[in-house]
């Protein structure tokens, strides 16, 4: 089997990740992917979040229209922070030999990755997928494709000259949209229906996330 994993806050989880999700799934050949909540992102307080509980069951929610999407709430168990090496290893223990993982990250978080804990072992673990959003500098993605050992194979194929995984890019481009900017239409229901599962948004309402001030 041949899985994506997509790791997130999902704080909430929104069309932009599933779109994500479904392009990698095409162009790269997924039976299903993986969506991985984040407990405690070592970049992000508590109080940033909605609780994992919440996240969790929105994400639930979301992939119920989904046959090849999963959701993965693991991260529960493991010590916080919630480190991507950790994750990823516990994930591969409990899939088997028989699945092969490709982890699915945004360009913003590629150009982060040499802050990544352990970053050249999440390389050797699995295959990246990398989405391109059009407000980032596609040059700089190359540019720290090759400062980490990597060479382009085909046009979006890159392989890497110390024994590392493929980082793979994606041709299309997905809706560039962010949690950061659902969470502040939140209270706005015709709004926020153009970028969440309506299911999801009914999850929001019912539960009152999100509400300014609280």
Known sequence: MRAGVLGGTFNPVHFGHLELAETAIQEYSLDTVIFIPSKAPPHKTESELVSFFHRCRM??????????????????QLPAPSYTIDTLRTLKK???EDCTL????????FLDILTWKSFRQVLSQVSLIVGHRKDVDSCKMVDLALNIGYDRKKKSHWSSDWGGEDILFLDTIPVGVSSTFIRKISEND?????YVPLKVVEYIRDKRLYQHGG
């Open 190 to 194: 015709r709004e926020l229906k153009k």
């Open 94 to 96: 409990r899939l088997g």
């Open 59 to 76: 994400m639930e929610i979301a992939c119920e229209n989904y046959p090849m999407f999963r959701y993965d709430c693991i991260e529960g």
């Open 102 to 109: 490709f982890f699915i990250i945004g360009s913003d978080a």
